[in-house]
């Protein structure tokens, strides 16, 4: 199948009420881990790059590994999907490239500036049939005893959201509701803003997605430190609260450091067992076989298994 925009894949979700998870690749063996584990499930994918992604790695060489495994696996329906889009230029190099789909994330800048960005984004790309992502609020966590005020300057605002997506015109929209990006999520419990959640949904009605969602799998990150690793004081999202967040409006769930995580822990393991190993194939294939199972696992919670 040839690649399609996220917004394919997001509106079926949205109608059906699961998850598509987002996978965050930087390099040949986490693309491979992605489509094999969505053949393995049959469940659509969406493939996301970040700028520092399309640094590494190169945008157009992501977009032919991109377009190459797609063209492998085609009963599979594929995005690609820039990750956190920063301006106008990191957008353009994108669709340039052959993306299907972008974030442009202005939402640390005032709610005008961040609409103005939005709107010329999403003038760009709506003819050309690729979808767009934009984000509002803060990507951190808040504590349970501030006030109202205090929630409302950093999390999603749910009338702002409407407002924000009828002036845009935006495929689907990031809120913030209380995760952050990487390993370390929560101090305490952990807890996401499941009200306004809800709100924003019932007031958009479109396609929500929630950054900062990789769970940290005990048995990786067990692995990870076992093996000389460190991540005291590491917390991701629970399997039953990213269930809830799906039930209550997410369609698309950001999974960067759960794949990082699982790949290194057994790069160490591998590594750490075969000393004398120098074939670089018998250090990654493992650790993408390790990352299949968890990419595997998590489309089992979102509920995209069995949707391709
Ligand atoms: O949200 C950010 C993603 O985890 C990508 O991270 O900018 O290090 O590639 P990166
Ligand atoms: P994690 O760091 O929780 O994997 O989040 C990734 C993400 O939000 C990418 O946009
Ligand atoms: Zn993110």
Do not use: W
């Not at 930087?26 to 393995?40: C, D, G, K, P, R």
């Amino acid at each position: 199948m040839s690649l399609i925009s996220a917004k394919q894949i997001l509106d079926d979700a949205n109608k059906k009420g699961y998850a598509v998870g987002a996978f965050n690749v930087n390099n040949m063996e986490f693309l491979q881990a992605v489509f094999s584990a969505a053949e393995s499930e049959k469940s659509p994918i969406i493939i996301a790059a970040s700028e520092g992604a399309m640094k590494y790695a190169g945008p157009k060489m992501l977009y032919s590994m991109v377009k190459t495994l797609s063209d492998d696996y085609p009963q599979i329906p594929a995005a690609l999907h820039l990750d956190h889009g920063s301006n106008l230029a990191a957008v353009m190099t994108a669709i340039k490239a052959g993306f299907t789909s972008v974030m442009i994330d202005a939402s640390h800048f005032p709610y005008e500036e961040n609409l103005k960005m939005t709107k010329q984004v999403v003038g760009i790309c709506r003819p050309i049939g690729v979808s767009v992502e934009a984000e509002l609020g803060r990507l951190q966590g808040v504590e349970d005893n501030v006030s109202v005020a205090e929630r409302d300057a950093v999390l999603v605002r749910p009338d702002e959201a409407r407002d924000f997506v009828s002036a845009s015109g935006i495929d689907f929209l990031a809120p913030a509701i209380g995760t952050s990006h990487g390993a370390f999520k929560f101090k305490g419990e952990a807890k996401l803003d499941m009200g306004r959640l809800k709100k924003v949904k019932e007031l958009t009605g479109i396609p929500l997605v929630l950054h900062g969602a990789s769970s940290v799998p005990e048995p990786a990150s067990k692995k990870f430190e076992e093996f000389g690793g460190n991540l005291k004081g590491a917390k991701g999202l629970p399997f039953d609260v990213l269930k809830e967040a799906i039930k209550n409006g997410i369609n698309k769930v950001n999974t960067d450091t759960d794949l990082r995580i699982s790949f290194l822990a057994k790069v160490r393991e591998s590594m750490a067992t075969d000393k004398s190993q120098i074939d670089p194939r018998k250090i990654f294939g493992p650790a993408k076989d390790y990352v299949i199972e968890v990419i595997r696992e998590r489309m089992k919670v979102l509920g995209s298994s069995g949707r391709a």
